[in-house]
């Protein structure tokens, strides 16, 4: 299976793998790494509140206390924005490795393109992205892991 190395190796306790073609696999596999990834920015975020006071870019900052009770605190214009820069960034997402609807058989929803590597949107602004594509699956594997 894709992604079995070490220290881990194949960890497939519910039996998803046995159920699953190669898309449904790469579907999970691209679930995985972008929930996985949001997951890591609301971490850094939820540090970056409890340490940061002050004015922001977007409103007056006038949040107060833990992070925990930070998110009733918010404005509801920033709701707006979050919620377009998310379904942007979700358009982008499915333009690059989803097929179009309009092409895809009705029994086989959620078609990836054939050619799409999940979780390679070519957004890489620091660089770190490994050139040789085994080494790029392997790096993705220990970020799964």
Wanted: glycine share 12%; proline share 8%.
């Amino acid at each position: 299976l894709v992604g079995a190395l070490p220290p881990v190796g194949f960890f497939d306790p519910l039996g998803f793998a046995d159920k699953a073609d190669e898309n449904t696999l790469k579907r999970y596999r691209e679930a995985e790494l972008t929930h996985g990834r949001v997951s890591m920015l609301a971490v850094l975020g939820f540090l970056v509140g409890e340490k940061v006071e002050g004015s922001s870019f977007l409103f007056d900052a006038s949040i107060k206390g833990p992070a925990i009770s930070h998110l009733g605190q918010v404005p509801e214009g920033f709701w707006a924005i979050l919620l377009i820069t998310i379904g942007a960034a979700e358009q982008f997402r499915a333009e690059k490795g989803w097929v179009d609807p309009s092409e895809v058989p009705v029994d086989q929803p959620g078609l990836l393109k054939s050619d799409y590597v999940p979780g390679d949107l070519g957004f890489d602004p620091l660089g770190l992205k490994p050139e040789d594509p085994e080494e790029f699956m392997i790096m993705q594997t220990k970020e799964l892991q």
